[in-house]
């Protein structure tokens, strides 16, 4: 399985993130939700820079994917109108984690967008293009930066201002772990690069 951790800046840049030899401690044994989760909220309290919080992030939902093997089927399948599927594992009020799985049909693309806090997302099947943008204007105008394919084991972490649009390539379904944090859901945002408007998404 490919173990490849990337990082989305607000600028719309793809940086490799390389895995620590501290982190390779983590990769044993059960690791159970209610663990990940206890773990998550000690490193939101640790660390306030979100950058510094995703590349501790990063580490614990690869050792939640690879020693859980109930994530493989936890997903709802794709609406056939709409291409896509969320299925929320956890959400609690007055708590700023959100975990969920999202499924894609093959070939659907989603609008370009933001998520206006940082997220993460592991591919467990299928593969998804991610095409990655930024602002060129405080109004609506962004140009596209490049893109990236992630195939299943990979993970990448998102940015609260890192704008992109999500692909489903191949022939089955793509699903993948989500994680985010509080969203500031006024500051969240569909955009048209042809029209140079936004929308909240």
């Known amino acids: 399985m490919v173990s490849q951790d990337w990082l989305v800046t607000d600028d719309g840049k793809c940086e490799a993130w390389e895995e620590s030899a501290d982190n390779l401690e983590l990769s044993a044994g059960q690791y159970r939700l209610y663990r990940f989760l206890t773990d998550l909220e000690d490193i939101l309290d640790k660390f306030k820079s979100d950058r510094h919080r995703l590349q501790a992030i990063c580490p614990l939902v690869r050792r939640l994917l690879t020693s859980s093997d109930w ?23 007055n708590f700023p984690l959100t975990v969920q799985t999202v499924a894609w049909l093959p070939g659907r693309v989603s609008p370009i967008h933001n998520h206006a806090t940082w997220g993460v997302v592991a591919l467990i099947n299928g593969a998804e293009k991610n095409t990655l943008w930024r602002r060129t204007d405080n109004n609506g105008g962004i140009e596209k930066i490049g893109e990236i394919i992630l195939f299943p084991g990979e993970i990448i972490s998102l940015m609260p201002d890192a704008i992109h649009s999500i692909e489903a390539l191949g022939d089955e379904p793509t699903i993948s772990f989500n994680l985010y944090g509080e969203t500031n859901y006024e500051q969240r945002f569909e955009f048209d690069p042809v029209t140079c408007t936004t929308k909240n998404f």
Request: glycine share 8%.
């Open 71 to 93: 994530l493989q089927g936890e997903y709802l399948e794709p609406d056939p109108e709409t291409g896509w599927s969320v299925l929320t594992l956890y959400d609690e009020p």
